[in-house]
């Protein structure tokens, strides 16, 4: 007998959406928080040397004279490996929304396995790549390439598609007027804003028991970004699943499966595997 469900089985509101999405998260805090918090550590290392050769300072990185190609570059590898890591997290919080959506229980250490880490991480390293290179050649083409393709990692888990996770990434989000991508697009504006805001006060809080000693803020300013994004990026990751979840609900009558299974007897997670 399944537990009441925890998201909720019919097409929402933004609002309700971003709601569910925090639902989410608060559940499954451990895992995807602990998973963001390494992976933002180590996107602040590999953007280091980027940041050098571009002569770019903290706390806000921004070009420096002459040095603009430079730092053009560091800007489009952010984008890459933030596009990367959200899209992991949002495989693992894809492992844990299909259950919730049905109301079954699945233990943390159980996400690993039901994320399909070999498949997560070739389409998160696809998505990176074609991220970071729209952001190279600016920043109109990367919201759409961003809005489009970000619901693969809800795809290949929830939906369980292989080979054409991309393209069916892109087709959910292109129904209803383009409304995942400016869902998604929306979502990551918020949580820019509060990354800024958030690192900011980390920037202050830690530059408090640092006595502003000279060349504190180079290395105390990538720890409080780091610390902000590690929320900010589990966050648009449990969107990204929520939203595959109500896309199919919306466009495809997947609550209308699952209560039809139901009511038969048959397991009730089966329709959310996608048959094309």
Do not use: H, K
Not at 66 to 90: D, K, M, P, Y
């Amino acid at each position: 007998m399944s537990a009441q469900p925890d998201l909720p089985l019919r097409p929402m509101t933004l609002g309700e959406l971003l709601d569910a999405a925090m639902t989410l998260l608060r559940a499954r805090a451990l895992p995807l928080l602990v998973t963001a918090g390494v992976l933002a550590g180590l996107e602040q290392l590999v953007l280091l040397p980027f940041r050098e050769l571009a002569f770019a300072t903290a706390p806000f990185y921004g070009p420096a004279r002459g040095s603009f190609g430079a730092w053009w570059t560091l800007i489009a590898v952010g984008f890459a490996t933030e596009a990367f890591i959200i899209c992991v997290l949002g495989s693992l919080a894809a492992a844990a929304a299909g259950p919730a959506l049905v109301g079954r229980t699945v233990s943390n250490r159980q996400l690993w396995s039901r994320m399909r880490p070999l498949v997560t991480f070739a389409s998160a390293t696809g998505f990176g790549v074609i991220c970071g290179v729209a952001a190279f050649g600016g920043f109109v083409g990367w919201v759409f390439v961003y809005g489009l393709f970000g619901l693969v990692s809800g795809v290949v888990v929830i939906d369980r598609a292989g080979g054409g996770a991309f393209l069916r990434s892109a087709r959910l989000a292109s129904r209803g007027g383009l409304r995942g991508v400016w869902i998604r697009f929306a979502a990551y504006l918020s949580w820019f804003a509060v990354r800024v805001v958030l690192g900011a006060g980390w920037v202050q809080i830690l530059d408090a028991f640092s006595d502003g000693r000279p060349g504190s803020s180079a290395v105390l300013t990538p720890i409080a970004f780091g610390l902000a994004n590690t929320v900010a990026y589990a966050a648009l990751a449990s969107v990204d699943a929520v939203l595959t979840l109500e896309i199919r609900i919306r466009t495809e009558g997947l609550d209308i499966a699952i209560s039809r299974a139901r009511s038969r007897g048959e397991d009730e997670a089966a329709p959310l595997v996608w048959a094309p």
